[in-house]
């Protein structure tokens, strides 16, 4: 089964308001989680590295403001598109690294959420 | 400049033949960490296979098998036996440095239809 769950898989919102998207290490825990981002027929890119207990790390042309991410426990990292607009729905999908236990260093990707802005 | 170049834009290939996937990458850090994934439609990101720098040998995993060429700077998958739901997107993707805690940089990916 999926040793990182993110939550939700899909998402529709209006313009202007805020979602909220978690990243879940399910058995093992990670200090260090990853963001990306995928517009259709592209790659992924990545915004943003989120380290456990400290503040993340924003790649070149990523707001920081816009796209807030919280790493607060070993297990769980959000992603908060704050006033998301029509040009911010994508693809989102994490990436955790394992630390720790049978499975150090390996990394793992969620199921991805698709965000929808109308 | 681009880390991962992926110049296949589209590959087709007949159900049960092999295909190669090209992937060639751009480092200056000795470690390093080249990896395969498969996006399916639904858009989970598979991983296939795995290359380390110091790899002395090309990694397989089942049908699947990494040309590293590490002169070139090429890390090819080759599918062999390809089956109809091999049908996906596939990005190579690489990782810099010893620790693992660096983020994986992708290619602009191939997408590979098989056909029966």
């Known amino acids: 089964g999926a040793v990182v769950s993110q939550h939700p898989s899909r998402v529709i919102c209006k313009s202007g308001t805020s979602v909220k998207i978690e990243c879940r290490s399910l058995?093992?825990?990670?200090?260090?989680m990853f963001w990306y981002r995928q517009f259709p027929k592209q790659s992924l890119m990545l915004m943003a590295t989120s380290n456990e207990g400290s503040k993340a790390t924003y790649e070149q042309g990523v707001e920081k403001d816009k796209f807030l991410i919280n790493h607060a426990s070993l297990t769980l990292s959000t992603l908060t598109v704050t006033s998301a607009h029509p040009e911010d729905s994508s693809f989102y999908i994490c990436?955790?690294?394992?630390?720790?236990?049978?499975?150090?260093?390996?990394?793992?990707f969620g199921e991805g959420s698709r965000l929808t802005v109308l | 400049a681009q880390k991962i170049t992926q110049t296949q834009p589209g590959m087709f290939v007949q159900e049960k033949e092999a295909v190669t996937l090209d992937c060639t990458y751009d480092?200056?850090?000795?470690?390093?960490?080249l990896f395969w994934y498969k996006q399916p439609s639904s858009g989970e990101m598979i991983f296939l296979i795995y290359q380390g720098s110091y790899d002395q040998q090309n990694a397989t995993e089942g049908r699947y098998s990494l040309n590293f060429q590490k002169a070139r700077k090429s890390a090819n998958l080759v599918i062999s036996a390809s089956q109809l739901g091999d049908s996906a997107m596939y990005f190579c993707?690489?990782?810099?440095?010893?620790?693992?805690?660096?983020?994986?940089?992708f290619g602009k990916g191939t997408r590979l239809s098989v056909i029966a």
């Open positions: 993707a690489m990782r810099e440095g010893r620790t693992g805690n660096t983020p994986l940089v």
């Open positions: 990436s955790a690294r394992a630390t720790g236990g049978g499975r150090t260093g390996e990394l793992f």
């Open positions: 480092t200056s850090d000795p470690s390093y960490g």
């Open positions: 058995d093992f825990q990670a200090t260090t």
